[in-house]
């Protein structure tokens, strides 16, 4: 093939995570695909005001997406898209934008080009709505990491002890954290001298019901303490840091926007 050829023409359906110019009226997407992942398109002269492409995205949408594949460089040739969704919230709640933009900075950043991985997209299609139409919550936001930990194989091990395997029951003795090895060990082991940190049960019953929990309503349903959300913010914070490769800084910008009062 000639590198004038297109390529072959796919159609998916693609979430808006960045936009970036690259010229005056050209733009670099990158999108969510539902089955080809993260990818890159160019679109150009998007923003001339005869372009086809003119209000078709922006960030948070979700659009029909028809591209070119481009194996070479891993950046596509957008054909055509349409907006299915375009949460139009974002453009006016500021703290649900900020917790949009946390979500798909971390998705865009802990993910490979062209790595498909449709329970990611499901994730974020999920996580976005509840943001667009209920407005941004703390509680929604660590319910997704808890979902992308898992969708990412690195999960928090909260069910059972990672030494003796035994199942940990709320009434039991609380179980110890051990950050390193990214789950709990029972108290019998922990007095044993496995090492790790007390962690209030009341936290690790939460971490536990989000992680089980298919819909972010669970969590946003949650009654949890300022307390308690700081709690899980530091526990959640560390866990990231420790068992992912990217640091995500956008995280405690959102997290402090989701806590700024109102201007008077
Ligand atoms: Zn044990």
């Not at 960045?18 to 539902?34: G, L």
């Not at 499901?122 to 930990?149: I, Q, R, S």
């Not at 349903?221 to 800084?249: I, P, Y």
Request: proline share 6%.
């Amino acid at each position: 093939m000639s590198t004038g050829e297109p390529g072959v023409i796919l159609k998916d359906l693609a979430i808006v995570l960045r936009v970036a110019p690259v010229s005056n009226t050209s733009r670099m997407v990158q999108w969510y695909t539902q089955s080809h992942g993260k990818i890159a398109t160019l679109i150009k002269g998007a923003q001339r005001p005869k372009s086809p492409f003119l209000g078709q995205f922006d960030l948070f949408y979700t659009c029909e997406l028809l591209f070119y594949a481009r194996e070479r460089n891993h950046i596509h040739y957008a054909r055509e898209c349409a907006p299915l969704e375009r949460r139009d919230r974002f453009r006016i709640d500021w703290r649900a934008a900020a917790a949009a933009s946390y979500c798909a900075d971390a998705v865009a950043r802990l993910t490979l080009p062209d790595a498909p991985q449709p329970a990611l997209y499901h994730l974020l299609t999920m996580t976005l709505n509840e943001f667009a139409t209920a407005g941004a919550a703390e509680a929604v936001v660590y319910w997704f990491e808890l979902k992308l930990l898992t969708a990412l194989g690195v999960q928090p091990r909260l069910d059972s002890c990672l030494d003796c395997g035994a199942p940990l029951l709320p009434a039991a003795r609380p179980p110890v954290f051990t950050l390193e090895r990214g789950g709990l060990v029972c108290a019998a082991c922990a007095a044993r001298g496995a090492a790790g940190e007390p962690c209030a049960p009341e936290a690790l019953a939460m971490l536990a019901g989000w992680q089980a929990a298919g819909s972010p309503r669970a969590a946003r349903r949650t009654h949890c303490t300022l307390r308690q959300l700081s709690a899980m913010d530091t526990l959640l914070g560390r866990f990231l840091h420790t068992h992912l490769d990217q640091l995500l800084v956008s995280r405690a910008i959102a997290l402090s926007l989701l806590r700024r009062p109102d201007a008077a």
